[in-house]
């Protein structure tokens, strides 16, 4: 790698290798490689904030990926498609709350307590998990 500093101090036949004939023309060439070394370092300032975009591009897309807790049943812990609300107030996926009471739970899975089998449609969070 040749530099402004080793160019200056390069004799008069080998400033003529470079097809320098003057000193005023090895002050055009050092401004020139000073200024193809800034371009050069402006394009990779350019590459990087490029690249840091694509990386939070890819990292908002994972967390797109991930449905808010709030939609995400409880028992089955995935999104939730026919939610509802059980006596205990929660919302369930409706196939994960019949599937519980089924196996002989009559109580919350979450507090515990003893809840009718009575379910009422969340139409609210059955939107939320559409829109998502």
């Known amino acids: 790698k040749i530099n402004g500093i080793v160019l200056l101090s390069l004799n008069e036949s080998e400033?003529?290798?470079f097809g320098i004939k003057s000193i005023e023309e090895l002050d055009s060439?050092?401004?020139l490689l000073k200024q193809l070394q800034k371009n050069n370092n402006d394009q990779n300032n350019e590459h990087n904030k490029q690249k840091v975009e694509?990386?939070?591009q890819?990292?908002?897309?994972?967390q797109a990926a991930i449905p808010p807790e709030d939609l995400i049943c409880p028992l089955s812990n995935?999104?939730?498609i026919d939610p509802v609300i059980a006596q205990d107030g929660n919302t369930y996926e409706r196939k994960a709350i019949e599937?519980?009471?089924k196996?002989?739970?009559n109580t919350s899975p979450i507090t515990g307590e003893q809840i009718e089998t009575f379910l009422i449609p969340n139409k609210l969070v059955k939107n939320q998990c559409e829109k998502w």
């Not at 890819?58 to 994972?62: A, F, T, V």
């Open 99 to 101: 599937e519980w009471f």
């Open 103 to 105: 196996n002989g739970n």
């Open 15 to 17: 400033i003529q290798n």
């Open 58 to 62: 890819k990292d908002q897309k994972k």
């Open 29 to 31: 060439f050092i401004d």
């Open 54 to 56: 694509v990386e939070n």
């Open 78 to 80: 995935k999104l939730m």
